[in-house]
């Protein structure tokens, strides 16, 4: 039997409507220089589909099929990639068990999945398996525990301390960024390319998007689950809202998000 993962960030507007910010340029660099037209792609977890996309253009005319294991955010995957003009193929499917046959994709992709399973090393065989051989698995995971902002702020560290509990919680390691290498080789790839990268929030504009994202953020999934689980109430998740406010509004607002990243060969 598959696990019954849940998703820490659940679903809610505001989560999908951060999530289809991102781009390749921004989530993706480390993979890029690997892509060429032709190339048939699997992008697991794929969310609202923006970064699969871009990955799209990059391999067109090649076969791209974005999953995630509910409906809800591939609505909007759909829609942009009608407007794109792009055919990609959005469908709901399980990390553990895909549904394509062995030796499918020359690309298997993921962004901030593995931190959301609580078994990645798992997903990272079955990603393998329908990977063809000399194909490419690429995986990118933030390190929650190395987030670090300026100004101090305690109810910062509150949130991220929060944050860790629910997603451990769940099953779910939120520290995955430094564990990808290890993953990797506990599923079996032996030839693997491991780097990292930084998302840098400082300016004004980056402080208000992901800033205000949190304000809002800290009262769906994550919060909810706080309040049902003892872990918060509802003045924490209030002041922690308001220190994300703070937080953008101050000129000298700092915020690091460092990432792990790995290319392995299946």
Known sequence: MAPRDIYTHGHSEVVVRSHAARTAA???????PLLRP??????????????????AEAVAPGRVRGIEITEAPLQEAR??????????EFAVDDAYRLSDPDDTYDVTHAHQVLQHLSDPVAALREMRR????????????ADYAAFTWWPADERLD???????????????????????????HEAGFTEVTPSASIWSYATPEDRASWGGMWAERIHSSVGRMALERG????ADLAAISQAWRDWAA??????LIPHGELLARA
């Open 231 to 234: 872990l918060a109430t509802e």
């Open 79 to 88: 829609r942009s990639a009608a407007e794109r003009g792009l055919a990609v």
């Open 38 to 55: 032709g190339l048939d792609l699997l992008d697991v977890g794929c969310g609202p589909g923006s970064i699969t996309l871009d990955l």
């Open 130 to 141: 329908v990977t063809k051989p000399g194909g490419v698995v690429a995986v990118r995971d």
């Open 26 to 32: 921004s989530s993706a660099a480390y993979l890029l």
């Open 158 to 184: 509150a949130w991220l301390e929060l944050y860790r509990a629910v997603a451990h919680g769940n099953g779910a390691e939120p520290d995955a960024g430094r564990r990808l290498l290890a993953w990797a």
């Open 250 to 255: 101050h000129p000298d607002g700092v915020l």
